[in-house]
């Protein structure tokens, strides 16, 4: 029987190198990174729940497995295989945003025209049945096999424990290589009487499919409880984990309750060379974000408008894909969905807790902005000219000293580039 390695980072699980958990690098905004960290949609509404879940695994599908605590036992039309681009949609819009403007000519004689803000960029069944030799020797491990079936490409259980160490046993004997660890973790989710969504890959159908990639997993449930289950994901991370958490309600924000969750800097003006170097100061800015904290609020709008867009909102067809059940045949694309972005970083020894949320109607407008101010090129020699040329070296030395400040880069770096970048009379 082949070895599954079995990875559990919240209900997404993986093999995983050395560098990095779950295949998952160091957290910068663009939209590669965000490609590659875990990706969470939970849509809640009253006490239903539809999580769906997506990883940027690379490994061999052979080695690919996932477990989910979940509070009941699913039925097959609870479990779905979504779209991946759909997820990635809901990424690229929600992501933090870098934005460029034109300052206009200062002698020009007619009332300025500003032009518009351009986006820089920013930023990703039947039923089986297996021989009763098995169902019989789980029984005796204390574990029930409550269902089987086939999902795309994955082959799922769901189980039930009277204890973790017969859980682990039964994993075991089926080929999951459980990291070390394993067991102390499942006994908190057994203790609470939850149930395991058990998912790997169907080599044959897998193979036969049109789709090569690993295809993301949708569960749904009722459950009082709003909350994500971090401690299993935490077992085999070598370094620090990174995931987004995509958070749809009718109502407005949702909260995390027993963390403290920081804010991304937003509306900070920067220097124009940041377009250039995009990648590698979302990086920064998300380290020095996490230097402090763990979990940090990137996104925080109503679906059915932004201002500016990273992309185009979702469709309604693709928030129902997503488990949005609520908006029925109106015409406005999220004209009553709130969307709530969290991204969070952390290792094994941080965030003992499983993550809390609540449902808030607060719909204040929050999103991660850096604004580029690109200067006027043009003849400044009228006295309204100077006086610009004036304010523009006070605003560049101010934007040198921020951008110092939400990066940690050093500031004779920061004045070589933006000399590099602007005309010498500005610096």
């Known amino acids: 029987m082949s070895r599954l390695y079995l990875s559990l980072f919240l209900f997404l699980?993986?093999?995983?190198?050395?560098?990095?958990?779950?295949?998952?690098?160091?957290?910068?905004?663009?939209?590669?990174?965000?490609?590659?960290?875990s990706k969470v949609v939970y849509v809640r509404d009253g006490r239903n729940s539809v999580i769906t879940m997506s990883s940027d695994y690379r490994g061999e599908a052979k080695d690919f497995a996932t477990i989910v605590p979940t509070p009941k036992v699913l039925k097959r039309e609870q479990i779905r295989?979504?779209?991946?681009?759909?997820?990635?949609?809901?990424?690229?819009?929600?992501?933090?945003?870098?934005?460029?403007?034109?300052?206009?000519?200062?002698?020009?004689?007619?009332?300025?025209i500003i032009e518009a803000p351009v986006i820089v960029e920013e930023s990703s069944g039947g039923l089986f049945r297996r021989k009763t030799a098995r169902e019989q020797r789980a029984q005796t491990l204390g574990v029930k096999i409550k269902a089987q079936y086939a999902v795309s490409s994955y082959d799922v259980l769901i189980l039930d424990a009277k204890q973790s160490s017969g859980l682990v046993t039964f994993l075991t004997q089926e080929g999951y290589k459980?990291?070390?660890?394993?067991?102390?973790?499942?006994?908190?989710?057994?203790?609470?009487?939850?149930?395991?969504?058990?998912?790997?890959?169907?080599?044959?159908?897998?193979s036969a499919s049109k789709v090569k990639e690993l295809q993301p997993l949708q569960i749904a449930f009722k459950s009082n409880d709003f909350m994500l289950p971090i401690q299993l994901g935490k077992l085999n991370a070598d370094t620090a984990q990174d995931a987004l958490f995509m958070m749809l309600t009718r109502k407005g924000r949702v909260e995390v309750t027993n963390y403290n969750v920081a804010e991304f800097p937003s509306d900070v003006e920067v220097p124009v060379f940041v377009e250039k170097v995009a990648p590698q100061f979302f990086e920064a800015v998300t380290n020095k974000v996490f230097d402090r904290h763990n979990i940090a609020?990137?996104?925080?709008?109503?679906?059915a408008w932004c201002d500016p867009c990273a992309a185009d909102p979702l469709t309604n067809e693709e928030l129902a894909e997503l488990g949005v059940t609520w908006l029925g045949s109106q015409n406005r694309a999220g004209q009553d969905v709130y969307v709530t972005r969290f991204h969070a970083q952390y290792t094994k020894t941080q965030m003992p807790k499983d993550l809390q949320f609540r449902v808030t109607e607060n719909r204040k407008n929050f999103q991660g902005r850096y604004i580029m101010n690109q200067p006027f090129r043009g003849d400044t020699s009228c006295e309204a000219g100077q006086a610009y040329v004036e304010r523009k070296r006070r605003d560049l030395r101010e934007e040198a000293v921020t951008l110092a400040?939400?990066?940690?880069?050093?500031?004779?770096n920061i004045e070589d580039n933006i000399l590099k970048t602007v005309p010498?009379?500005?610096?």
């Open 13 to 37: 699980c993986a093999a995983v190198p050395a560098h990095a958990f779950c295949g998952f690098y160091v957290a910068k905004a663009d939209g590669k990174l965000y490609n590659q960290a």
């Open 81 to 112: 295989t979504p779209k991946a681009e759909t997820i990635k949609h809901l990424a690229d819009y929600t992501a933090p945003r870098l934005v460029e403007y034109h300052d206009y000519d200062p002698c020009a004689v007619a009332d300025p």
């Open 178 to 206: 459980l990291p070390e660890g394993a067991e102390q973790a499942l006994a908190g989710y057994v203790k609470n009487k939850m149930k395991f969504f058990v998912a790997k890959v169907n080599l044959k159908r897998h």
């Open 297 to 303: 609020l990137e996104y925080a709008w109503d679906m």
């Open 405 to 412: 400040k939400i990066t940690g880069w050093k500031p004779r």
């Open 424 to 427: 010498r009379k500005y610096w």
